[in-house]
């Protein structure tokens, strides 16, 4: 008897692709795939490029607000505002472009999947650009303030603060990524507990060392001060339990689990085979 693709069972291999398409397919649907990425990032920085000073202009709002009466932002070098504002919109370009190279992505890696995983590729791809702009969006309103303001207290009647554009640029743009990046943590632990490299038991026992490490990230990519750290702290505490709750939801069955399911299947198999009147008990 031979089964279809569709009529696989949990643990037959994802899909027969590998034999179907050889290697140098794989290669060129990489090529594709970076190809429509590329140009996705172009469309953006050009689109983005268009509207530099005003992208500019709101990156910087959270550092002019607590600088004092009349300062700004300055530059050093002849072309160094050029560079800037290039570098500004090509940032915006790869934000723009990040859900179309999520799906790319993805839909690469998709062949390998079961059928039952694959129904899960967009909402990844939503949930993971959502947490990526989220991140990056609470850095911006919540951490940026704080931590300028900080920066900016050493000044006095001797020490005066000139922020050039491209130093800016480079440290909001660190934190940024920083931020969006740290606040993916429930889909990485989800992903990881799926994959059965973790489980839920596994995390709740290890939420103490979770915590410590949390709270060394926080110091290292956020502004030397204790408030920021906390702010970055207290929301990956918060989705380092979201995690454990998606990772409850997604983790895979235990194995006794999957044996009485599958012999389920196979008595329902053979009670069906019995009762079909075109077959008898015996062999001849």
């Given at each position: 008897m031979t089964l279809d693709n569709d009529d696989r069972t949990p643990d037959a291999p994802p899909a027969d692709d590998e034999e179907r398409m050889p290697f140098?397919?794989?290669?060129?649907?990489?090529?594709?795939?970076?190809?429509?990425?590329?140009?996705?990032?172009?469309?953006?920085?050009?689109?983005?490029?268009?509207?530099?000073?005003?992208?500019?202009?709101?990156?910087?709002?959270?550092?002019?607000?607590?600088?004092?009466?009349?300062?700004?932002?300055?530059?050093t070098g002849l072309p160094e505002a050029f560079f800037t504002y290039l570098k500004v919109a090509f940032l915006a370009g790869i934000m723009a472009a990040s859900p179309v190279i999520l799906y790319?992505?993805?839909?690469?890696?998709?062949?390998?999947?079961?059928?039952?995983?694959?129904?899960?590729?967009?909402?990844i791809v939503i949930l993971s650009t959502f947490f990526f702009v989220g991140g990056a969006l609470f850095g911006y309103f919540f951490v940026f303030p704080i931590g300028f303001e900080f920066f900016l207290g050493f000044t006095n009647e001797k020490i005066q603060a000139l922020p050039s554009m491209k130093e800016y640029l480079s440290f909001s743009s660190k934190l940024l990524i920083a931020f969006g990046l740290a606040f993916e943590l429930p889909l990485v632990l989800t992903g990881m507990a799926r994959m059965g490299l973790v489980t839920v038991d596994f995390l709740k026992k290890n939420r103490k060392y979770a915590i410590l490490i949390i709270f060394i990230v926080a110091a290292i990519i956020t502004p030397p001060d204790v408030i920021s750290?906390?702010?970055?702290?207290?929301?990956?505490?918060?989705?380092?339990?979201?995690?454990i709750i998606g990772a409850k939801i997604f983790q895979p069955k235990p194995a006794d689990e999957d044996e009485g399911d599958e012999a389920g299947e196979e008595d329902g198999a053979e009670q069906a085979?019995?009762?079909?009147?075109?077959?008898?008990?015996?062999d001849d």
């Open positions: 140098t397919s794989h290669l060129e649907e990489l090529r594709e795939r970076l190809i429509k990425s590329f140009i996705a990032v172009g469309v953006g920085f050009l689109v983005a490029y268009g509207f530099k000073d005003r992208i500019f202009e709101i990156l910087m709002r959270p550092l002019v607000k607590v600088m004092g009466q009349g300062d700004t932002l300055i530059y790319q992505f993805w839909m690469f890696v998709a062949p390998g999947l079961y059928r039952k995983e694959r129904k899960f590729l967009l909402p750290q906390v702010m970055m702290a207290a929301p990956l505490m918060v989705l380092y339990e979201i995690s085979a019995g009762s079909d009147p075109g077959k008898t008990g015996n």
